[in-house]
Structure formats: C-alpha cells, structure tokens
C-alpha cells in the first residue's frame, strides 16, 4: 500500500463551487505539506503543518484552507474553486526533525484538479 | 521568497552519455539541497541529497554542491532513455519546508 494516499485523484468542478482534497498517510510523519505545480512554475507551497495543532500558511495561501484531522490526515479546502485554481496538487510529508540533519519529503499521487 | 533557479530546458542528451543538470540558488545560509525526478504526471521522487561541499556519488549519480557559488548539479552517466523526466532542484528552508525550482526537462535518446 502507498505510504501517502490523495483522494480524488482526478476532479473536474465548476467556478464558485467548494471542493476539498484529502491526503493521509501511514509513515508516521508530523510534518505536512501541500503544493500546487504549474508548468513552467515548479512546486509552489500553499501550506503546511508541523502537527495537529500547527497550521502555516506557505508561499500561495490565499483561495485555500486545511484542516489537520489527525496526525495521518491533512485536508485542502478550496471555498469557491476559480479558474486559476487548476492545476496539479501533491501533497507531501516528512519527519518531525530539524537542525542541521537532512530530511527528505515524500510525496502523494497527486490530484489533477480542473476548474471550468 | 528564496530563489532557486533551473534552466527548464529541454537538456537534450544521446544514450550513454553524461547528462549535467545545475541549479543555483540565492539564500547563502541554506544548508540541505535535493534532487527530485519526476516522470510525466507522477509525483516528485527523491533521488539524491547533498550537505557538504564536493561531490556525493550514488551509482549512475552524481551530486555536486558549492556553497560559496551557491550552486548545486546534479551528473548522471550513462543517461538511459529510462532517465527522461523532469528534474527538480529544491533548497531545505528553515522549518523543513523545501523551495523548488521549476526543473529542467532531460531527454535521453536512444
């Protein structure tokens, strides 16, 4: 089974409606990310969270929200999807460790997310 | 926003040669640098990690880091057409968030 899971994997919505990407996990990581890719624009961050209480915004926030369920659970909410909100979305995890020691990010499937 | 800069490429390169990928970035503090490959319309996946200074080998790849460039490539030899994909170059941020580049397409040919 996949360590990092992302539902739906594909949605086709219209402009204004809500819409909500799940993503879990079974590696047992804290820390959770999701992105949105663009061509040309590479991984931008939306946001991010260090455990179920900690919830950051990251380089793109504005138009989304999360929820952090549970340690193995991190939700991405678009209130009112626009146009401009389709694009491919990871979500990612990692280990709860900082300092000077590397740590690496693992990512979901992704969702292809299209808004028309 | 800390910077980290591709050539998007395509990097064009014929089976069996060394295929040089390079990135820079612009936050001279950074201390953790990463490769991902990701193949059309699949997730990014973790290939190699540079800390230090100098090279890193891990079979066909290569990482090289300097620091005092703030300059990071990636070397793969003996390109395979299996090794066509995007590369991405990401810098670790405080706080374990990564910073990518918009990466650089590879095509090997057969």
């Not at chain 1, 949605?11 to 959770?32: A, N, V």
């Not at chain 2, 998007?8 to 990928?21: D, K, Q, R, T």
């Amino acid at each position: 089974d996949a360590d990092v899971t992302q539902t739906p994997r594909n949605r086709i919505t219209k402009t204004g409606k809500r819409i909500m990407l799940e993503c879990s996990q079974t590696k047992g990581h804290d820390r959770m990310y999701w992105y949105r890719q663009d061509p040309g624009l590479g991984l931008r961050l939306i946001y991010y969270s260090f455990d179920v209480k900690d919830i950051n915004k990251g380089e793109i926030s504005d138009g989304y929200s999360v929820s952090r369920q549970a340690q193995a659970k991190f939700s991405l909410s678009l209130e009112s999807a626009i146009p401009n909100q389709t694009a491919l979305y990871f979500c990612a995890t990692s280990d709860n460790a900082d300092g000077g020691s590397p740590y690496e990010q693992y990512f979901g499937p992704g969702t292809r997310l299209t808004v028309t | 926003q800390k910077e980290v800069e591709q050539n998007s490429g395509p990097l064009s390169v014929p089976e069996g040669a060394i295929a040089s990928l390079n990135c820079t970035y612009s936050d001279r503090v950074s201390q953790s640098f990463f490769w991902y490959r990701q193949y059309s319309g699949k997730s990014p996946e973790l290939i190699m990690s540079i800390y230090s200074n100098g090279d890193k080998e891990d079979g066909r790849f290569t990482a090289q880091l300097n620091k005092a460039s703030q300059y990071v490539s990636l070397l793969i030899r003996d390109s395979q057409p299996s090794d066509s994909a995007t590369y991405l170059c990401a810098v670790k941020e405080y706080g374990n968030k990564l910073v990518f580049g918009a990466g650089t397409i590879l095509r090997v040919k057969s």
